[in-house]
């Protein structure tokens, strides 16, 4: 009986140690998902990213919103505007 308890309380404290051989641990969004859900990485020991396709997504979005951003305000800054030009 002290032993069972003993082993609960360790798979608790490593849960994420503990973690399914076909399942990954997001360390973005914190949660225990399936391989699947998580973009190759060949730069990895494992193969795969540390985060999963919906955080890696979310990331890719900001970076992809700062780059736009960025090429709006340059854009200002050289005084062009061809946007309505185009319609002939
Ligand atoms: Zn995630």
Redesign the pocket.
């Known amino acids: 009986m002290k032993s069972c308890n003993a082993t609960h309380g360790l798979s608790k404290h490593f849960n994420i140690l503990l973690v399914p051989i076909n399942k990954k641990y997001?360390f973005?969004?914190k949660?225990t998902?399936e391989k699947s859900e998580f973009h190759k990485d060949k730069n990895r020991k494992n193969g795969l990213q540390p985060?999963?396709v919906?955080?890696a997504h979310e990331r890719a979005k900001k970076y992809w919103l700062i780059r736009k951003y960025r090429e709006e305000q340059q854009e200002k800054k050289s005084g062009k505007n061809d946007t309505t030009s185009g319609i002939i």
């Open positions: 997001c973005k969004c949660q998902k985060v999963c919906i955080c």
